[in-house]
């Protein structure tokens, strides 16, 4: 059986968006004849737990790890000296920080640590990564970014073992991030991360992205080739699950609430609904699962006509999920506000996908995620100016649900788990033969 290294910062008990990918594909690599072996570090100091995530890993996988030092720690205890809770690290990301400190080291973090804060774990990975291939064999490595240091982990392996083939996986992007402009990262420093990305678009013998719009712009920024390997979803975790009608109408959005995602465009569409009487407000509930900014619940509070209807309620466990989905009517997707908005295509949207409930995505009618969700007859995404269109997605769904009309969606088998990572080991299969 072949044998394939993923160094990935994200995996168990790492919860959220970025571990997902690996832990899933890496399930089904061995029924595809590839053993994968995980190379993560032993004490990061990622925001989002999730022990639940845990009983997803293999039993028989086997996981490196090596401590990692990461600044963030230090900016934290800094806090703590002060006397002051400190931050999470997506706060650094918020245009709205108070203090100076903050600022200050937001503006380090986007001008010094280059690529990102786990520069620091590179030379021990290299290190350690170079004796242990030295005595055990694989065919392929798998660098998994953000954080990109992975890629320049895996690029410096590379250099020592030229005949092990290496993809480097692109969740999001690099120089293109959309919040660059937030964290104030001057030209200069911008221009490190274009040339680090360019060697590692050009040296990995294999790119892999998430959406088509990723895909090309890699390739214009470099990739000699870059293939399309959407995020999915684990037909396991949804082997018992049923769709429930609810005594409510219930529109739920699991996930961050931020400057970026913001819900407002529907809650005007639900604010106009309810006071023309299309949707009696008895019937509704409104539920943001998942941490949410300020400035949104301000504006919740303060809206009479929602405020009682809405509810703000903590991230759950992934084991947990799959029943919410289930158990709404309507299930909120908000694409970041950002001039790459045509390439997002969120995790959780193949899985809101799996659950069968009726999807309402605000972002780009035009973007790739409006675009399997219309061909897969899962929902619309509406422009987020187009408040009109919103609400007669709305009232159609309200209307049926009235009726006692239970919508079920196409559920998607192409973009299961195990069906995309049979395509990315063969994929792999032709590297590692030519």
Not at 115 to 133: A, E, N
Not at 145 to 158: D, E, F, R, T
Not at 391 to 402: F, G, P, T, V
Request: aromatic share 10%; with cysteine; charged share 25%.
């Amino acid at each position: 059986m072949k044998k394939v290294l993923i160094i990935t910062y994200y995996w168990p008990p790492s919860g959220g968006g970025g571990v997902q990918r690996w832990l899933k594909m890496s399930a089904y690599l061995k029924e595809n004849g590839w053993e994968p072996i995980i190379y993560t570090p032993s004490n990061p100091a990622f925001d989002v737990k999730d022990p639940s995530l845990l009983k997803d890993v293999p039993q028989d996988i086997m996981v490196l790890t090596q401590p990692i030092f990461e600044p963030i720690e230090v900016f934290q205890s800094a806090f703590k000296l002060m006397g002051k809770k400190a931050p999470q690290q997506k706060d650094l990301l918020s245009e709205r920080n108070s203090s100076l400190f903050q600022r200050a080291s937001t503006y380090v973090r986007g001008n010094y640590f280059i690529p990102d804060p786990r520069i620091t774990w590179v030379r021990p990975s290299v290190k350690f990564l170079k004796t242990y291939l030295s005595e055990n064999k694989v065919d392929a490595i798998v660098s998994s970014g953000p954080p990109h240091s992975m890629h320049l982990i895996a690029q410096k392996v590379k250099q020592f073992f030229p005949e092990i083939k290496w993809i480097s996986d692109f969740r999001d992007p690099w120089s293109e991030w959309d919040l660059w402009d937030m964290l104030k990262t001057k030209e200069r420093a911008r221009n490190k991360h274009r040339k680090l990305e360019r060697a590692v678009l050009e040296q990995s013998d294999l790119v892999i992205s998430i959406s088509p719009y990723h895909v090309d712009r890699l390739i214009h920024l470099g990739a000699k080739r870059c293939e399309l390997i959407n995020n999915g979803y684990d037909a396991r975790d949804f082997l018992n699950a049923k769709k429930v009608n609810t005594n409510k109408f219930i529109i739920r959005h699991l996930g961050s609430v931020d400057d970026l995602r913001d819900p407002r465009p529907m809650m005007y569409a639900l604010q106009s609904l309810i006071e023309e009487k299309s949707i009696d407000v008895a019937d509704l509930a409104i539920e943001f699962i998942g941490p949410v900014n300020n400035s949104f619940r301000v504006f919740i509070e303060e809206n009479n006509a929602l405020k009682n209807s809405t509810a703000f309620l903590p991230a759950v466990p992934h084991s947990e999920v799959v029943g919410l989905y289930t158990s709404s009517t309507l299930l909120l997707l908000i694409l970041a506000h950002t001039e790459i908005a045509t390439g997002n295509m969120p995790g959780k949207m193949y899985e809101y996908m799996a659950s069968g409930t009726p999807i309402l995505g605000i972002g780009p009618a035009d973007g790739d995620a409006a675009k399997l969700i219309k061909s897969t007859d899962s929902g619309s995404i509406i422009e987020r100016e187009n408040v009109n269109e919103i609400k007669n997605m709305i009232l159609s769904q309200y209307e049926s649900w009235k009726k006692g009309e239970m919508k079920i969606t196409n559920k998607a088998p192409d973009y299961s788990r195990q069906a995309l990572t049979k395509k990315f080991c063969q994929l792999m299969n032709e590297l590692v033969e030519n």
